[in-house]
């Protein structure tokens, strides 16, 4: 078994781990969203990042580290943020969600109660609301965590 | 070739991110690949199963669990994690489960901010507010039902395994999921274009 390759110990053999500290890496790795944007933002964006990863590329190249290693490491820690986004994001919205729209301790009316009984719809556990409410926050502050700590 | 795991990075700020899941991925790789850590083949009553400890694993989930409980002051619930047990068989399905959380949590915002733009359809709008009296009430019924129902210990296999387990808190939801259909608002997830997948089949 071999250990993980890491884009950081790539750029270690390399000598190259000052590609983490250029103020370019940002523009190069970010995620360009599209959502309710007008598509000429959305080329300008797009242009912007291909010349961030282009200028890194020739900045960082150097011998049996080729140009294309250079884009991959990058590559690499986009993928990272649109795992971040695809995953971690909805917990945080999830929270967002749950304190907007109730309060920890007193729901305004039966509705907005989150108060469960078990063996009523389908439930297994009883909490009054202000358990439940913390019990649901704590469970998705803890899915972010394990997702994505310490920020 | 390159997994990303900056966990020891020293570069800007917004990049110093520490990133629990993939190192969670490789502690569960090791774990699953260990030549000390033996295992037995088993029917856990979830099918044939690869029955393994995972000390690396469930040590970082514990630190991971107890920086959380530190945060929060008053941890409701059991802190029980499960591994290498009838319910979680070993670390690969621990992290399938956490794998999955997005397909549970997105459908569901997506719907939710899809609300505004389908209530600016006239039509819709009536049939929003007749159904559940406005915009803000749908979306209120929504994350009422799936924050008692998604989150109320359902979806064991027995009254022994249900409950308020870290993993059993994952159970719930995907059993929240699955019973979507008989909702009254699930013709508004498919106004939205949203669906669950299947959810996966091991369960604790």
Same mark, same amino acid.
């Given at each position: 078994?071999?250990?993980?390759?890491?884009?950081?110990?790539? +750029?270690?053999?390399?000598?190259?781990?000052?590609?983490?500290?250029?103020? +370019?890496? #940002?523009?190069?790795?970010?995620?360009?969203?599209?959502?309710?944007?007008?598509?000429?933002?959305? &080329?300008?964006?797009?242009?912007? =990042?291909?010349?961030?990863?282009?200028?890194?590329?020739?900045?960082?190249?150097? =011998?049996?580290?080729?140009?294309?290693?250079?884009? &991959?490491?990058?590559? #690499?820690?986009?993928?990272?943020?649109?795992?971040?986004? /695809?995953?971690?994001?909805?917990?945080?919205?999830?929270?967002?969600?749950?304190?907007?729209?109730?309060?920890?301790?007193?729901?305004?009316?039966?509705?907005?109660?989150?108060?469960?009984?078990?063996?009523?719809?389908?439930?297994?556990?009883?909490?009054?609301? #202000? =358990? &439940?409410? /913390?019990?649901?926050? &704590? #469970?998705?502050?803890?899915?972010?965590?394990?997702?994505?700590?310490?920020? | 070739?390159?997994?990303?795991?900056?966990?020891? *990075?020293?570069? @800007?700020?917004?990049? $110093? %991110?520490?990133?629990?899941?993939?190192?969670?991925?490789?502690? !569960?790789?090791?774990?699953?690949?260990?030549?000390?850590?033996?295992?037995?083949?088993?029917?856990?009553?979830?099918?044939?199963?690869?029955?393994?400890?995972?000390?690396?694993?469930?040590?970082?989930?514990?630190?991971?669990?107890?920086?959380?409980?530190?945060?929060?002051?008053?941890?409701?619930?059991?802190?029980?994690?499960?591994?290498?047990?009838?319910?979680?068989?070993?670390?690969?399905?621990?992290?399938?489960?956490?794998?999955?959380? %997005?397909?549970?949590?997105?459908?569901?915002?997506?719907?939710?901010?899809?609300?505004?733009?389908?209530?600016? $359809? @006239?039509?819709?709008?009536?049939?929003?507010?007749?159904?559940?009296?406005? @915009?803000?009430?749908?979306?209120?019924?929504?994350?009422?039902?799936?924050?008692?129902?998604?989150?109320?210990?359902?979806?064991?296999?027995?009254?022994?395994? !249900?409950?308020?387990?870290?993993?059993?808190?994952?159970?719930? !939801?995907?059993?929240?999921?699955?019973?979507?259909?008989? $909702?009254?608002?699930?013709?508004?997830?498919? *106004?939205?274009?949203?669906?669950?997948?299947?959810?996966?089949?091991?369960?604790?």
């Amino acid at each position: 078994m071999r250990p993980i390759r890491t884009v950081y110990s790539v +750029l270690e053999e390399h000598d190259a781990l000052d590609l983490l500290r250029d103020d +370019l890496v #940002s523009v190069a790795t970010k995620e360009i969203y599209s959502e309710g944007r007008p598509r000429r933002d959305i &080329q300008k964006d797009i242009k912007s =990042k291909e010349r961030a990863i282009e200028s890194l590329a020739s900045r960082y190249v150097r =011998k049996g580290f080729s140009q294309e290693s250079v884009r &991959q490491c990058l590559y #690499s820690i986009g993928d990272n943020h649109a795992f971040l986004r /695809a995953n971690r994001d909805p917990c945080e919205r999830m929270i967002g969600f749950l304190k907007e729209f109730f309060h920890p301790t007193q729901p305004k009316d039966n509705k907005s109660s989150l108060a469960i009984r078990s063996g009523k719809g389908g439930a297994r556990l009883s909490h009054d609301h #202000s =358990k &439940q409410y /913390a019990y649901v926050l &704590q #469970s998705l502050t803890l899915w972010r965590e394990i997702l994505h700590g310490a920020r | 070739m390159v997994r990303v795991d900056l966990s020891h *990075l020293p570069g @800007p700020l917004e990049l $110093k %991110y520490y990133l629990d899941m993939f190192h969670l991925w490789s502690l !569960a790789e090791q774990d699953l690949l260990a030549e000390n850590v033996p295992y037995r083949l088993r029917d856990t009553g979830q099918g044939l199963n690869r029955v393994q400890a995972s000390p690396k694993t469930s040590r970082m989930m514990h630190t991971i669990l107890n920086k959380a409980q530190k945060s929060v002051g008053n941890w409701i619930g059991s802190s029980v994690i499960h591994m290498g047990d009838h319910n979680v068989p070993n670390a690969l399905l621990f992290i399938d489960k956490y794998t999955q959380i %997005y397909r549970i949590l997105l459908p569901i915002c997506n719907t939710l901010s899809q609300v505004p733009s389908l209530a600016a $359809k @006239p039509a819709l709008r009536s049939y929003i507010d007749d159904e559940f009296g406005s @915009p803000e009430n749908l979306m209120c019924e929504i994350l009422g039902d799936f924050f008692r129902h998604g989150f109320d210990g359902s979806g064991a296999d027995n009254f022994f395994d !249900a409950g308020s387990c870290i993993d059993g808190r994952l159970t719930s !939801a995907w059993n929240w999921c699955a019973t979507l259909e008989k $909702k009254r608002y699930f013709p508004v997830f498919l *106004l939205a274009g949203q669906f669950f997948g299947s959810s996966p089949s091991h369960r604790c």
